[in-house]
């Protein structure tokens, strides 16, 4: 067989194969098109929601992960309806919405994360941290006052307590492009006024944070409550101390209860998804949020490892739509 | 060159195959474990509902990558159609047409850059000129602006083979067809491209797996993660698998998630295997294998078979 | 009168001129448009390394209008986001040294396999062999840069850090992960530049009594050595270029340092951070990912210019 035939049969099967797809499935052109952009740390809820909401032909929620910066870059272009946030949208963002002509931005709460601290589950020493010890462990700061007096940057786990190994910790983190990393900056240092460290292992990736931390017995780290309770066998979860007696008294691990009744604090992390007005004023985007809302949606968050809103705060979403 | 004995010379060869046979090992050998472990992952994954169903959020059993699929198959589809005619079009015209000249060397070292480019930057120069500013041509970030992207990306791999699959063939070819009072292009055309089509299948395999393969340009691009319909044109938005595979990536095991809260399985149930969604992951990565495998056993037939004519 | 005369030499001397672009028969018309196509598509390849070095280009002007280009290549601390010692720092050097040890070193596993993989199959194996043996390693090429950056993660680093003390996160992940990935490029195209030369010239060497090996080393890779070098300038372009493997497996160290067995970044292992991560565009942090790319732009350009006069040297001809 000539090379002109082989190429010949392959055009042919190819365009055959073409055209059924096509065919097959062309009546799914038509459908209205809703396009969600945005955190990768949102992204499971919003993906939930939209394949229990989806029609073929009817309504399609599209979903994407350019991370939450990208996502809101995107949507105040006009270029997605709806934005992913792990943060709240910043001075700068919304300005720059404004500027292409979007407004009506509407935030609203959809799920929480327990963001939890977590060690190897050979460190037998250490059951729970207080917040200032967190910001001792995390700053950069050396000087005796820092953390609100707390003390100085801790690199030994017996710098906190004598008891414990004379070892280094070892940090592990989310990287700095990552809403998390600016969450867990914003509850745990910048109430003390400290800059973090940049002594940390950072990954973009969670999975790979519990790797490091499953196989290092003097680890430290924090992500995601999902990544945390999956590993139980290798991964021990810190009761964390807020020192405020009336949210909860004394350490408090993370768990669907704590974070909902907001007593594990201050690591209960909110999660967001962003409107405009042209976007809202859609009837299917508008529907969408309604089901996600709902309590089939509500149960969808729950099966991805967040922690669902509690019956008020639904009611607060829904009335702004 | 000094002489030496017949048998340091047999010593000399055997050590030295020795070596490259070991190179070929351990090439083979990373690929085996890299496979071993990725397809004992996939296993309890690989069954017909990964291939036809859409993905999904909270059944790990129930994902599929039938969008992505049929969404990387348009995407590779289109650069191939793109890049080949272009790349070699370019590649022959550098090498048979271009006069030697330092304007030549210096925009062939311009081609030989973007090889070098991290892939990325191919997504943000996609991102505002694809999707942004040809907005009205492409219809945002569609599969025919993933595919353009991708053009560019795999383009001067297409061209640099081309070059150097032209430069091989003999220049008795080709000064024999111009003797019998051929045209340069007709010389061209009827002897030295024929000749040197084994290099450019070549080109086509690389450029091909590469944009199979290559995952952060189209996440920058605004390639999707989910969609429940098979893209139906070239302006249609799509999903790739290589994103798929590494969003499924990110989400966490699931192999202790509390029964209750889950609320999919019975507590009677074996807990998912591999873990859930590393699982899907892995048998998106066997998807992928295995139209790469497909595409290249083709490729390399043909090849094999214009090889085997020349002498 | 004279200025006639002149005016009606000129004429002849230009129509003259014109006369030999104007095609004299049939076929050539059909010739100058072939040529004109294979121009614009040379051109197109042009026209896009030019717009992506410009699209970098402005940024970065930005960038160095707030960070001083002396402290962009002089220094040797890179934190554009954690201050360091009271401020962000924006030192160039640990990337530059991250990105040339990692593509030297991958280079270095991956020139020499990919290599000793191609003389094999083309010079000693047999056919079943090499019909096998050479599409699995074009699959090589295919896999998922992700894929490759979980392997490192997961299976190449453990290794490392039992046999080398390497920290979970190193460069040297990367470089093994990468150094094999490149392998299928040098592969397969110094086995198609191998495959190219005529086999006249290995008889020969092997009818004048050279072993194998030597005829192998001496003519074939000599007459196939511009196709060769173009396998390794792609290969190493390619482990320059990688991203997702130093973003996921090779940490991210801030310090100049060359101990690969510890955290490192490369230049575009932070570009493609920067670019799918969170932060705002418009500000220096995130301007910094084109004036880092822009820099690896010239680099490289520097390096392809200099490999591409050494090629014209090697263009060997066939008879």
Redesign the interface.
Known sequence: MSMGVIIAVIVVIAAVVGAVAYYAFVAQGGAEIVVVDGSSTVFPVTFAWAEAFNVPGQRQVVVRFSGTGGGFEKFCRGETDLSDASRPIRQSETDLCTSNGITGIEEFLVAYDGLSVVVNHNNIWAENLTVAQLCRIWTSNTSAGACGGAGAHVTRWNELDPNWPAQDINLYGPGTDSGTFDYFVEVILDPFDEAITADFLPSEDDNFLVQGIAGDQYALGYFGYAYAIANPASLKILAIDDEDPANGDGPILPSEETVKDRTYAPLSRPLYVYGNGRSLGRQVVEDFLRFGFSSQGQVLVGQTGYVTLNANEVQAQLAKL | MKLRSLRLRKAIEVTFVAVFLISIVVALGTLAMLLGSVVSTALPYLRTEVVVNYASAVNPLQAGYAAAIVGTLWVVGLTLLFSIPLGVAAGVYLEEYAPRSRLTRFLEAGVANLAGVPSVVFGLLGLALFVRILRDITGGPTVLAGALTMTILVFPYVVITTQEAVRAVPASLREGALALGATKWQAIRGQVLPAGAPGLLTAVILAASRAMGETAPLIVIGATFFQSYLPSDPRSFFVALPVQIYGYVGLPRQDFLDLNRNGILDPGEPLLASGGWPGVAAAGIVILLVILFAFNIVAMVARNRMQRRRL | MSGDTEGLQARTRLKGALASLEPRYV??V??KA??A??????A???V?????GL??LGPTVSFFGKVSPLEFFGGTIW?P????GGSVQFGVLPLMVGTLLVAGASSAIGL??????A???RE?APGRVR?I????????????????G??A???VS?FL?SWFGA???SGANAIVVIG?MI???V???SE??L?????DLRDGALALGA????ATTRVVVPA?L??IG?SF??A???A?????VV??AA??H?RLHFNIFD?MTT??GF????????????TPVYDALFAV?FT??VM??L???T???LR?HF?E???
């Not at chain 3, 043996?133 to 490759?148: D, N, Q």
């Not at chain 3, 320059?240 to 997702?244: A, C, D, K, Q, Y």
Request: charged content about 15%; aromatic content about 10%.
């Open positions: 076929w050539e059909g010739e072939v040529r196509v294979l121009f614009l598509a040379a197109f390849a042009i896009m390394a030019i717009a992506i699209s970098l934190s986001d954690i201050p360091v020499p396999l990919g290599f000793g993989a003389i094999y199959l000693y019909e043996v050479k599409p699995v390693l074009e699959i090589l090429a295919g896999i998922p840069t992700v894929v490759l979980f392997f993660l997961l299976v453990p850090q920290s979970f996160f094999i392998v299928p490029i592969s397969s195209l198609d530049a495959t190219a030369v005529p086999t072993t194998r090996f030597e196939g511009s196709g173009a300038l792609l190493f372009s390619r320059v270029g990688e991203t997702m973003l996921i940490g991210q801030i955290q230049m575009s570009i493609a951070k920067r670019a799918t991560g969170d932060v705002p565009s418009g790319g690896l732009f490289t350009l390096l392809n210019l490999s591409n006069r014209s263009r001809e066939y008879e």
